[in-house]
Each structure stands twice: as structure tokens, then as C-alpha cells.
């Protein structure tokens, strides 16, 4: 009987797993009130003081009986019951893949809590340092920050669906964390604050059925959430759907009076055609601080576009 070699068996022992970067569960990394995951993404070429981008995971869609089809990307379907994981997530997007190119860390944020929808809902969450799923991401960013001597400068925050909803919450509650976030398919901040819950099951929906605000009214939500405070205000991108009936396009035209206000910039010029022929960009001020993006035709949840997003953020030029 022949052997192999054994130092041929160890080479291919590698090569098969691969020891590449990947998605790593963190289990502690500082204050977690509502008991939330944390995963991470380095990749193996860090950038000398690494940007970092939040994704913040998506929830439920479409809904049939139990199930819920989500569109993570363009033609890119899963089933799920009615509820998104950080692992879907991270899968879901290229990020990854940018994350490689360009040197930057993702943190990709899970709930087990709400049918895995995020808490928009609560003052906790709505009130900087007052605890809710938003200080355990926050305390998420200020772990990996010091782990990996990231640029404080450079935080980002992006999310489809609740994970949007709780991008804007983010940007609300922590303007002091995120330099700029992206919001597909989601809502204004405040806009679920004092529902019982913030799920497509929950019995008020008068939210993600287009809650109308005052451009002013909007942005005291935003003020109120963080008292006294007058640093940066986070830049925002807004993106939804026009034919989504699970969140309705009314609720980024409501995202985008609160952050027009908060950001003092007003809608400049329509472009047609931008990122592509079904949708609309639209560009307040000189684009700088916020842009919107309605796409004709599309669903829950509009697609990610990660060069147009990156962008955005300064990441890539």
C-alpha cells in the first residue's frame, strides 16, 4: 500500500480550507444592553488606519404565509422567515470583495430580537447613550476602532429594509460616530418611535405606510435625540423603490425633508438615469451632504449599488 506524503497531505489540507479572511463572530466587545451579535469582516490587507462600514442587516419583504422573499441584489433571491441574519447580510452584497480591494472593516450587526427586526422604536434606542440596539453597535464601531487603530474620521453606517430604518437611527442618535450613511428601503428617524414594535407584523404600520412630517418637525426628532450637541451632522444617502408596497416611497421622501433640514441643504437639480435608466437621483446642495435615489419600478428592497455608495462615502473616488 502506498502513502501519500504527509507534508502533501498538510498543503492540501489548506488549500482546501483556505485560511483567507472571513466572517468572524466577536462575542465581546464592550456594553450590550438588548443582547445583539456582532460578526466582522478584516480582510487579510488591512489599510493603515481602516475606514470601517457598519452593515447593518435586512429584515423581512415580500411576505407569503410565513415566509418572506427578500431581494438581497439585483436577482439575488433568498427565503428567510420573515426575518434577516448578519450571515445574509454579509453574502448578500459585494462589500466583501471592495472590503478586499480597498482595505476597509465591516462589522455586520445581527438581532435575535423582534423576529430579527431592528429596535427603532424605543427612546433607548432614539437617545444617544441611552442604551437599545443602538449602543451595542455603537460600542461594536468603538471595539473594532481600538482593535485595529481604525479612522474615527471614517465611519460609515448602510442597511436595507429595518437595517435602514436602523441606518437613519444611527445617523440620528450618533452624528458624533457616522460620518455618512446610505438607507435603502427604509424610513425616517423617530418615524416608529413609541410603536409597540417596528415589524412587518406589528398592528400600527402608519409608518412604513408614509408617516408625513414638517421638513422642521423631522429634524427635531433628529435634534431631540441628541440634546446640545452641535459637531457634524452625518451625510446621508437615501435610496427606495417607487412600486414598494411593504415600506412606501413616501417614507424616503419623508427621510429626505428630515435630513434636508438637519443638513440645511434643499433639492438643487433631478437627474435621470442615475445609477441607471429606472431611476432618479436627486441632489441637494452640491451632493456633498445628501442625495436621493427613487428607482421606477422597483420593490422592497431597492438593490444595493456599492461603487455608487463607496462614493459616496469618500472610500472610493
Known amino acids: 500500500m502506498l502513502f501519500p506524503n504527509p507534508s502533501l497531505l498538510v498543503l492540501s489540507v489548506f488549500v482546501t480550507l483556505g485560511f483567507g479572511a472571513s466572517l468572524v463572530q466577536v462575542k465581546d466587545f464592550g456594553?450590550?444592553?438588548t443582547k445583539i451579535n456582532m460578526y466582522i469582516y478584516v480582510p487579510d490587507k488591512v489599510a493603515a488606519?481602516?475606514?470601517?462600514?457598519v452593515a447593518v442587516s435586512i429584515t423581512a419583504s415580500r411576505h407569503s404565509g410565513n415566509a418572506c422573499f427578500t431581494v438581497l441584489s439585483a436577482n439575488v433571491p433568498q427565503m428567510?422567515?420573515?426575518?434577516?441574519s448578519a450571515t445574509q447580510w454579509y453574502s448578500g452584497t459585494?462589500?466583501?470583495?471592495y472590503a478586499d480591494s480597498n482595505g476597509f472593516i465591516l462589522i455586520y450587526p445581527g438581532t435575535p430580537n423582534q423576529s430579527n427586526c431592528w429596535?427603532?422604536?424605543?427612546?433607548?434606542?432614539l437617545t444617544h447613550g441611552q442604551g437599545g440596539d443602538a449602543l451595542g453597535i455603537v460600542n461594536m464601531v468603538k471595539y473594532t476602532l481600538t482593535k485595529y487603530n481604525g479612522?474615527?474620521?471614517r465611519v460609515?453606517?448602510?442597511g436595507g429594509s429595518s437595517g435602514a430604518m436602523m441606518t437613519n437611527l444611527l445617523a440620528g442618535s450618533y452624528p458624533d460616530i457616522f460620518e455618512a450613511g446610505a438607507a435603502f428601503s427604509g424610513v425616517a428617524h423617530a418615524c416608529f418611535a413609541g410603536a409597540a414594535g417596528a415589524t412587518p407584523g406589528s398592528a400600527n404600520q402608519t409608518c412604513a405606510q408614509g408617516l408625513q412630517h414638517t421638513p422642521e418637525q423631522w429634524g427635531s426628532f433628529v435634534r431631540n435625540s441628541y440634546p446640545g450637541y452641535t459637531g457634524r451632522r452625518?451625510?446621508?444617502?437615501?435610496?427606495?423603490?417607487?412600486a414598494d408596497t411593504l415600506v412606501r416611497p413616501q417614507c424616503a421622501i419623508e427621510a429626505l425633508k428630515q435630513w434636508s433640514n438637519v443638513l440645511d441643504v434643499t433639492l438643487t437639480k433631478n437627474v435621470t438615469g442615475v445609477p441607471s435608466s429606472a431611476y432618479t437621483q436627486q441632489i441637494y446642495g452640491d451632493g456633498t451632504k445628501l442625495q436621493g435615489f427613487f428607482g421606477a419600478g422597483v420593490g422592497h428592497i431597492a438593490p444595493v449599488n456599492e461603487p455608487l455608495m463607496l462614493k459616496f462615502f469618500g472610500i472610493t473616488s
Open 94 to 97: 459585494k462589500l466583501p470583495s
Open 156 to 158: 460609515y453606517v448602510m
Open 234 to 242: 452625518t451625510r446621508m444617502m437615501i435610496v427606495h423603490g417607487q
Open 49 to 53: 488606519n481602516p475606514a470601517i462600514i
Open 80 to 84: 428567510h422567515g420573515c426575518g434577516g
Open 31 to 33: 456594553g450590550n444592553p
Open 119 to 125: 429596535d427603532v422604536q424605543n427612546p433607548a434606542s
Open 151 to 153: 479612522d474615527s474620521a
